[in-house]
């Protein structure tokens, strides 16, 4: 059965988190983990929505630090208290 983008999406954003602090995860890793995850029911396109969309939403951002990665938004210190 083919998932759907928010389906994709929630997957992903899961894998950002448990990832923070750890690993940067770069957008190939999340479309390779995915593959892996749902097999022929996710392509490329589907999971380049998915990313897009936690990107658009505020969920996720894209840093860069020799590489573009995707990452939980940081928080300022002062946004802590």
Same mark, same amino acid.
């Given at each position: 059965?083919?998932?759907?983008?928010?389906?994709?999406? *929630? +997957?992903?954003?899961?894998? %950002?988190?448990?990832? @923070?602090?750890?690993?940067?995860?770069?957008?190939?890793?999340? #479309?390779?983990?995915?593959?892996?995850?749902?097999?022929?029911?996710?392509?490329?396109?589907?999971?380049? *929505? +998915?990313?897009?969309?936690? %990107?658009?939403?505020? @969920?996720?951002?894209?840093?860069?630090?020799?590489?573009?990665? #995707?990452?939980?938004?940081?928080?300022?210190?002062?946004?802590?208290?």
């Amino acid at each position: 059965m083919a998932k759907t983008v928010e389906e994709i999406a *929630e +997957a992903m954003f899961k894998m %950002v988190k448990d990832a @923070t602090g750890m690993k940067k995860l770069k957008p190939t890793d999340l #479309i390779k983990a995915m593959k892996e995850l749902y097999g022929d029911d996710v392509d490329k396109k589907l999971c380049k *929505e +998915a990313i897009k969309q936690l %990107v658009n939403s505020g @969920t996720c951002v894209y840093t860069y630090f020799g590489g573009s990665f #995707i990452e939980l938004p940081h928080r300022e210190g002062a946004a802590n208290d």
